[in-house]
Every structure is written in structure tokens, then in C-alpha cells.
């Protein structure tokens, strides 16, 4: 199953609110993460489940889609949200998108 | 608190042989999977296999079947990824996670171990 995100890089300024994309090549139902990475570390569970948040996670994230499109939405953009942002299925084998970058604008 | 902590960075040549290790605690170490993720320089995820260390159950992706070998030590709650004759595009960050299931979303990730491989 291929996971393609729109767009690749986002720029975007402190308190904006951020949509990222994540389309699947066939049905995965819910089964979709979506990951947040920082330069040099490992990345963080956000999602599961298309629309459950991580405990860990600040309620500014959320989670939305079902089937073959799916939504990472951060309704108030903070500092520390500027990284790296995987989708992941796993419906059938494992397989991630190719990120989306959210930069400083 | 969960914990997955993985083997230092390793240079090795072309041809040789290595072993890295995750070791997990903070939970029952035989009722969750393991799995190891690479992130090559600059570039995205990709799940290599996984194993459930409570029968040694391994299932590994297309992409790395016959590249790599995962095993489970229960006596020390340590999962390894193994090598036989590394490549330089093995070259990369390898990353264990924890798995509720065989498909499932990574809960806890390790810090991950760079691997170089150059002549």
C-alpha cells in the first residue's frame, strides 16, 4: 500500500492553523499513525487510529479520515510543533508516507 | 516507565558482520513485539520485520527478507538486528519500536544506532 502526503514542506507561522495530508493507495479503514520527527531524534507517536491521540500528545493535535484520506490538523501551531510529520499504515505490512516538513515561515 | 535503549553507533567495512541490540524494560517484555524501522541519511521511514519475543514469532517486510536476521533474548529483554555481510547501503539509522500488534502503530521508539559501513 503506498501513503502519499501532501504537501512535502509547509511553511507556517506560530499560532496558524496546519492541515497536513495523507492518502492511501487502497483502503486501510482506520488503521493509520501519524508521527512527529525532530533533526536528530527519534520520532513520537501523535495518532493511532486515525483519530486517537497519543496521551503524551497536547489536545492541539487531531487526527481525522477514514479509508483512503486522512487529516493531521494542529489548531494553534507552537514552537516546538516545527519538525517532521509521518503517516504510517498499517493495514497490510507496514508503510510510511514521505513526510511533510513544517518550517518557519 | 517503558524504555528501549539501543547499542552505540558502529563503523564497520563492507562485508563484515554486526549485531545491534535494543533493550527494553518497564514492561512484560514477552507480550509486545519488537520491531526496527531504517531511516537512511535524509530520507523516510521504512519497517524492516518484527518478532514477538514471547515464542520468537519473526515476520519480516519483503524489502528486507533475507537482508537481515531479528532475534529475542528473553533472559535479558533484548531484541537484536543482525547483519552477515553488511553493504554501504546499509548505511543508515535503525531505529526498535514497540508493537501492540504485528500491524499496529509504534508506541515507544529507541534512540535509535547509526550504522556506517565504508571501505
Known amino acids: 500500500i503506498q501513503m502519499t502526503q501532501s504537501p512535502s514542506t509547509l511553511s507556517a507561522s506560530v499560532g496558524d492553523r496546519v492541515t497536513i495530508t495523507c492518502r492511501a493507495s487502497q483502503s486501510i479503514s482506520t488503521w493509520l499513525a501519524w508521527y512527529q520527527q525532530k533533526p536528530g531524534k527519534a520520532p513520537k507517536l501523535v495518532i493511532y487510529k486515525a483519530s486517537s491521540l497519543d496521551s503524551r500528545v497536547p489536545s492541539r493535535f487531531s487526527g481525522s479520515g477514514s479509508g483512503t484520506e486522512f487529516t493531521l490538523t494542529i489548531s494553534s501551531l507552537q514552537p516546538d510543533d516545527f519538525a517532521t510529520y509521518y503517516c504510517?499504515?498499517?493495514?497490510?505490512?507496514?508503510?510510511f508516507g514521505g513526510g511533510t516538513k513544517v518550517e518557519i515561515k | 516507565d517503558v524504555q528501549l535503549v539501543q547499542s552505540g553507533a558502529d563503523v564497520k567495512k563492507p562485508g563484515e558482520s554486526l549485531r545491534i541490540s535494543c533493550k527494553t524494560s518497564g514492561y512484560s517484555f514477552t507480550t509486545y513485539w519488537i520491531g526496527w524501522v531504517r531511516q537512511m541519511p535524509g530520507k523516510g521511514l521504512e519497517w524492516m520485520g518484527i518478532?514477538?519475543?514471547?515464542?520468537?514469532?519473526?515476520r519480516y517486510s519483503p524489502s528486507f527478507q533475507g537482508q537481515v536476521t531479528i532475534s529475542a533474548d528473553k533472559s535479558i529483554s533484548t531484541v537484536y538486528l543482525q547483519w552477515s555481510s553488511l553493504k554501504a547501503s546499509d548505511s543508515a539509522m535503525y531505529y526498535c519500536?514497540?508493537?501492540?500488534?504485528?500491524?499496529?502503530?509504534?508506541?515507544?521508539w529507541g534512540q535509535g544506532t547509526l550504522v556506517t559501513v565504508s571501505s
Open positions: 519500536v514497540r508493537q501492540i500488534g504485528v500491524s499496529s502503530h509504534f508506541d515507544y
Open positions: 504510517q499504515q498499517y493495514d497490510t505490512y507496514l508503510t
Open positions: 518478532i514477538y519475543p514471547g515464542d520468537s514469532d519473526t
